[in-house]
């Protein structure tokens, strides 16, 4: 493929990534409030459009129109890098996560994915996620506000530790396939046990795996029953206290971006990714593909809302306990007894 | 003759330096914290242009992520303020600048001597996860293990040094048995 042609590819896929993941990134938030809503008896967004459907964009002119306030008392270059570097590095994540098999026009192979396939994306991800808890606890510290510090401390102790189980918990999906490259990993899926059960990681061996890998990934986004570092009833609003309009927008949007990448890594790596029955004339047969994607991507989602719904926050010394004295010997075993089961 | 090649070489590098010399100059220690971020992930990009896509990720991941994630934990938890500059020591006026030229010159010297020989060539050396992989569990086995115990050795003194050890009737923490 000629370099220009390359560039041009790349430039093409990464505008229609981004555009279709804040898209995402907004009707997420619309429907964790909708179906939330419903879990607590009421109905949620109604008024703009029909359903509430135009709720997101409501919400955005509201946080652009917004006073954006910086308080005298913050240490200013941090306080204002923040919120990029949180927002920056969760975009930039989705950047290896492949959405469907390469797309042959004319003579050329196009990945669907902004890049190619490269043999360390997995790794690749892991290391921009442990990059984005700077932002974070950059925020916390530099508002030089309590609260917000205790935020940021909470969040960077919380991610550090959980980020152990969480790279343990996809060591055995690794050791199955033989391979970093997650295009592999959603290869070596294909095909079912007795004609009808896929063989999908989470059904051959991996559900500890899977389970190990949802409650990391629950604490490493932030979320209930993990979401201290924002815990509303002890620290205000944890380490975004002192942002407003389109900087705590950004907070907001990088917490998003980031459960959709952890939703589409576990369609990739748990859930057989694009991998589902394909039927139909070729049209239908080319879409399928992304359709699964998205509909186990959507699934994994609206878990995410179910378990906010249902669960209660931990408190602090349970979560570290949890963490370290029962996921990472959980994690740990179930590598072991991967390997033991592969190497046999 | 500027490959694309050379002028990323030059721009992580020119990075690397500037946060570098940055991480000196900076008297908050967040700052220089943060340039130490910088010079890691830079460092990540020289890997990556030599073609060691998995030392590249590993440098983000351990260094420029969990080890730096600690030391600003640290920072933030001590809430260590702006650092008063000192004069300059006499040590490093004496020894440490005369050196440092020592050090350039030779590594220039050796540089210009070997000139002669040829560049290797981006990917050219094994970066590959399962080469490194194979290079770690066969001919570097025992040292690679030796490695480990040794670490281990080292976490579990940190700890032993951490846990101060209560004294009866949770009174004030008594020494550590001999």
């Known amino acids: 493929m000629p ?53 997101p964009a409501a919400d955005g002119l509201k946080f652009l129109f917004k006073e954006d306030l910086t308080p005298p008392h ?19 994540s989705i950047s290896v996560i492949p959405f469907g098999n390469p797309v042959v026009i004319g003579k050329y192979v196009i990945p669907l994915q902004i890049t190619t396939d490269v043999n360390t ?24 506000n309590k609260y917000s510090l205790l935020g940021g401390l909470r969040a960077s102790a919380q991610m550090v530790s959980y980020e152990i189980s969480l790279g343990l918990s996809l060591v055995g999906v690794l050791i199955m396939a033989g391979s ?15 004609g009808f059960i896929p063989r999908w990681n989470i059904f051959t061996g991996q559900i500890i795996g899977f389970f190990c890998y949802l409650i990391a990934a629950y ?36 917490e998003y971006a980031n459960m959709i990448t952890v939703g589409c890594l576990a369609t990739l790596l748990f859930l057989g990714g694009w991998n589902g029955p394909i039927f139909g004339p070729p049209i239908l ?31 602090y010394d349970q979560l570290m306990a949890f963490g370290w004295k029962f996921l990472l010997p959980v994690a740990l075993v179930n590598l072991v007894a991967t390997a033991i089961g592969v190497a046999w | 003759m500027f490959s694309v090649h050379l002028i990323l070489f030059l721009f992580f590098g020119a990075i690397c330096v500037a946060g570098a010399v940055n991480l000196l100059v900076q008297r908050h220690p967040i700052n220089s914290a943060l340039s130490l971020i910088a010079v890691m992930a830079a460092l990540a990009g020289e890997y990556l242009l030599l073609g060691a896509e998995f030392v590249a990720a590993v440098q983000v991941i351990v260094y420029a992520g969990a080890i730096m994630v600690l030391f600003v934990f640290t920072i933030m938890l001590l809430n260590a303020g702006v650092e008063e500059q ?11 600048i005369p050196g440092m030229l020592l050090a350039s010159v030779l590594l220039g010297w050796v540089l210009l001597k ?11 050396l094994p970066g590959a996860p399962k080469v490194i992989g194979q290079l770690l569990f066969h001919e570097f086995l025992l040292p690679f293990e030796i490695t480990s115990i040794l670490i281990l050795i080292a976490i579990m003194g940190a700890v032993v040094l951490a846990s101060k050890p209560m004294g009866p009737s949770g009174g004030p923490p008594k020494k550590v048995s001999e």
């Not at chain 1, 995402?24 to 967004?45: C, D, I, S």
């Not at chain 1, 913050?74 to 930039?92: D, E, G, H, N, S």
């Not at chain 1, 206290?241 to 389109?246: G, H, I, K, L």
């Not at chain 1, 399928?288 to 994607?293: A, E, G, M, N």
């Open chain 1, 74 to 92: 913050v240490y200013k270059p941090l306080f204002l890098a923040a919120p990029l570097i949180a927002v920056i590095f969760a975009l930039t």
């Open chain 1, 180 to 194: 970093f490259s997650l295009t592999d990993i959603v290869h070596a899926q294909q095909g079912h046990f007795w």
């Open chain 2, 86 to 96: 000192s004069k300059g020591s006499h040590v490093a006026l004496l020894f440490g």
């Open chain 2, 114 to 124: 070997h000139s002669g020989t040829e560049a290797v060539a981006a990917g050219a």
């Open chain 1, 3 to 55: 370099i220009w042609l390359y560039i041009v590819a790349s430039v093409i896929k990464s505008v229609v990534v981004l555009f279709l993941l804040l898209t995402a990134v907004a009707y997420t938030v619309w429907l964790e409030r909708k179906v939330f809503g419903h879990m607590q008896n009421r109905w949620g967004p109604t008024r703009v459009g029909p359903f509430g459907l135009l709720q």
């Open chain 1, 285 to 315: 047969r080319a879409i399928l593909p992304v359709f699964w994607f998205a509909a186990k991507v959507f699934a994994f989602l609206f878990l995410y809302i179910w378990v906010r719904g249902t669960l209660p926050r931990f408190r």
């Open chain 1, 121 to 144: 994306g997995l790794l690749l991800i892991l290391g921009v996620t442990s990059i984005g808890v700077y932002g974070v606890a950059l925020a916390g510290w530099s508002s030089n």
């Open chain 1, 219 to 254: 604490a490493e986004t932030n979320r209930i029953p993990f979401d201290l570092p924002e815990a509303e009833t002890e620290l205000v609003a944890g380490y975004h206290t002192e942002y407003s309009a389109m900087k705590f927008a950004m907070f907001f949007m990088a």
